[in-house]
C-alpha cells in the first residue's frame, strides 16, 4: 500500500517568508508526527496529533512554528518568518495508534533551506 | 522525562564480521524500544522494536537486538555484516506511560568494508 508521503520534497526559501510543508500519513494512521533534522544531527520531536485530541505541542521550538491536521488526516506545519536555522529535513511519520507499542512508518522529508 | 544515548558516532567493521551498534536509555516506566534505519537518501525505516517478553528480539534483514534492563541497553547486533547494511541507525524510545512522543538517539553511523 501507499506510504507516507511529503510535499514538497525540496524547498528553497528567502528569510522571512513563510512555508507551508504538507504530509499524508498512511490511510487508517491514526496517529501523526513531525520531526525535523538537522544535518548531522538525530531527530527532533515537533509535535503530535491523535485523532480529535488537543495535539501534543511541546516540541516546537518557537511561535513560528504551528501545524494543522484537517479530518484526521492530512497535516501542514507551517513556518512563518523563516530563519536560516531553521534550515533542516522536515519528517513526517504516522502510525497505527497513539500507543506506545506501535511503530512508526516515516516519509522522505521535506528539504527546507532557508536562504 | 525520557533519554536515549547512542555512545559511538560512527562504527566501522569488516564484512562478514559480527557488528554491534549500542543504545542506552533512561524512561521513568516502562520503556519500548525501537530501532530504525536511513539509507542515504532515503527515509528512515522500522527495523525492530521490544515491547515485552523475550530480551532477544529480531527484526529485519537479520538484526536482532539484545534488550538488557540492569543495563538499561538496546544494542543491535547482527553476526555478519553486509557490505548493504552501511547506514544510519537511530535507537529510539517511549515510555510506556507517554504513548505519543518518542525520543530519538542522535544516530551512529555504520560503515561495512568489503
Known amino acids: 500500500g501507499a506510504g507516507v508521503s511529503q510535499s514538497p520534497s525540496n524547498k528553497v526559501t528567502e528569510k522571512g517568508k513563510d512555508v507551508e510543508l504538507r504530509c499524508d500519513p498512511i490511510s487508517g494512521h491514526t496517529a501523526l508526527y513531525w520531526y525535523r533534522q538537522s544535518l548531522g544531527q538525530g531527530l527532533e520531536f515537533l509535535i503530535y496529533f491523535q485523532g480529535n485530541s488537543a495535539p501534543d505541542k511541546s516540541g516546537l521550538p518557537s511561535d513560528r512554528f504551528s501545524a494543522e491536521r484537517t479530518g484526521g488526516s492530512v497535516s501542514t506545519l507551517t513556518i512563518q518568518r523563516t530563519q536560516q536555522e531553521d534550515s533542516a529535513v522536515y519528517l513526517c511519520?504516522?502510525?497505527?495508534?497513539?500507543?506506545?507499542?506501535?511503530?512508526?512508518?516515516f516519509g522522505p522529508g521535506t528539504r527546507l533551506t532557508v536562504t | 522525562a525520557q533519554s536515549v544515548a547512542q555512545p559511538e558516532d560512527q562504527v566501522n567493521v569488516a564484512e562478514g564480521n559480527p557488528l554491534t551498534v549500542k543504545c542506552t536509555y533512561s524512561?521513568?516506566?516502562?520503556?519500548?524500544l525501537f530501532w530504525y534505519v536511513q539509507y542515504p537518501n532515503r527515509g528512515l525505516q522500522f527495523l525492530l522494536k521490544y515491547i515485552t517478553g523475550d530480551n532477544l528480539v529480531k527484526g529485519s534483514y537479520g538484526f536482532e537486538a539484545e534488550f538488557n534492563k540492569s543495563q538499561t541497553s538496546f544494542h543491535l547486533k547482527k553476526p555478519s555484516a553486509l557490505v548493504s547494511d552501511s547506514a544510519l541507525y537511530f535507537c529510539?524510545?517511549?515510555?510506556?506511560?507517554?504513548?505519543?512522543?518518542?525520543?530519538f538517539g542522535d544516530g551512529t553511523t555504520l560503515t561495512v568494508k568489503p
Open positions: 511519520a504516522s502510525s497505527l495508534s497513539p500507543a506506545a507499542s506501535y511503530e512508526q512508518y
Open positions: 529510539a524510545v517511549r515510555d510506556n506511560t507517554n504513548a505519543g512522543k518518542s525520543t
Open positions: 524512561v521513568s516506566g516502562n520503556p519500548y
